[in-house]
């Protein structure tokens, strides 16, 4: 069975999480959601996975933990053991992020969510992104506000903003990106399959380098089982991710 559009995100946001361990899990919207699950169903056991309020799960919905948002706040964000997904309305180069508002931000043409723990989140501990729709709308050469930091300032915040700053990846539906071009630009890992370089170039408003891309893997037989008859049986993704 050949995987869909949105499977292939599900892959994508599952890898990365490949490596992490024991840490939190913070995984925001559908996709991102599905798949911390592949991965803690997978190659990761260790996660802790929250139920969005107060307890860590296991993968049956047995409570194993407890965990209310002071304590984040106390033993958990301050010390780089989490892994948090956020979408993303824009973002820059270099990572800047912005859920708060579109246009000048005194009057802007548009009220998003507001920072939130956006700034709390990409300087505590690893962030990455998710982007459903990847258009030159999203992935601009400045963000009209910053929410999340970025590299470019987070160096200019100094040491302590750097200490555990760590903006690791962007998925999108066109493919997976990271920040290891010159000065922590934008690069493309991989494209999913049957994108084009192209199609990338003119839903992107700045460079990316696409030196050394591959081709974002398919999910295996085992990990189209859990996604088909597991974790989304209702075929949600497709909705945020048509084939």
């Keep these: 069975m050949s995987a869909t559009r949105?499977?292939?995100?599900?892959?994508?946001v599952a890898e990365l999480f490949r490596g992490d361990g024991e840490i939190v899990a913070s995984p925001m919207g559908l996709i991102p959601q599905l798949g911390a699950k592949l991965a803690r169903s997978t190659f990761e056991p260790d996660l802790l996975m929250s139920?969005?309020?107060a307890y860590l799960l296991t993968p049956d919905g047995v409570v194993e933990g407890w965990q209310p948002f002071r304590k984040m706040l106390d033993t958990i964000v301050p010390h780089g053991r989490r892994h948090v997904v956020m979408g993303a309305n824009q973002i820059d180069r270099y990572g800047n992020q912005n859920i708060s508002a579109i246009g000048d931000h005194a009057r802007p043409k548009k009220q998003l969510l507001g920072v939130r723990g956006a700034p709390g989140n990409t300087v505590n501990h690893r962030t990455s992104y998710w982007v459903p729709r990847h258009s030159a709308r999203v992935f601009v050469d400045s963000v009209d506000v910053v929410s999340g930091v970025g590299y470019d300032n987070a160096a200019k915040a100094g040491p302590s903003a750097e200490?555990?700053?760590?903006?690791h990846r962007v998925v999108s539906n066109l493919g997976v990106f990271d920040f290891g071009g010159p000065d922590h630009a934008m690069r493309a890992v991989s494209l999913h399959p049957g994108v084009t370089r192209e199609e990338v170039v003119a839903a992107t408003t700045f460079a990316i380098d696409f030196t050394g891309a591959g081709t974002s893997r398919e999910p295996t037989?085992?990990?189209?089982?859990l996604i088909r008859e597991v974790l989304d049986p209702e075929h949600l993704r497709d909705r945020e991710v048509p084939a």
């Design 51 to 53: 139920d969005g309020e």
């Design 163 to 167: 200490k555990y700053h760590d903006v």
């Design 221 to 225: 037989g085992d990990e189209l089982r």
């Design 6 to 12: 949105a499977e292939i995100a599900v892959v994508a």
